[in-house]
């Protein structure tokens, strides 16, 4: 990829179809993004608490124990909290793709004659 592209005010990937991915289906924006880990992560832990919301409604339905009801309500906050938190994060990850690569990061570590050397560059160019 070119210097000029990386370094454009334009990201390379859309943050708002990232956005509405996750909307559809947590974890979808992250793996347009190209982190999987992330996907995989988001995707487990929305499933998790909409099972919760799901298997709480159904005890409170056969029981009508108040403990249910409350227990559904809890998971449901949790839900729509992990679910925007996954929708930002796929903001925030597109909008930022290939970020190392336009700042040119690079670092190394070297042994040489009995010393370790390192070294850490930082470019940027305009």
């Known amino acids: 990829m ?10 390379l990937k859309s943050p708002w179809r990232a956005v509405g991915r996750s909307a559809l ?4 924006g992250q793996i347009y ?12 832990i929305n499933a998790y608490f909409a099972f919760q919301i799901i298997r709480n409604e159904i005890r409170w339905r056969e029981y009508k124990s108040e403990f249910y009801r409350s227990r559904r309500v809890e998971f449901t906050w949790y839900f729509a909290l ?17 970020f190392d690569e336009a700042m040119q990061i690079s670092q190394s570590l070297d042994y040489e004659e009995g010393q370790w050397t390192g070294q850490l560059e930082l ?3 305009f």
Request: glycine content about 4%; overall charge negative.
């Open 2 to 11: 070119d210097t000029a592209t990386l370094l454009s005010d334009t990201p």
């Open 25 to 28: 289906l947590p974890g979808w």
């Open 33 to 44: 993004n190209e982190r999987y880990v992330k996907a995989g992560i988001y995707f487990s």
């Open 123 to 125: 470019s940027f160019s």
């Open 82 to 98: 992990s679910y925007l938190v996954t929708m930002a994060d796929a903001y925030v990850d597109a909008y930022l793709y290939k």
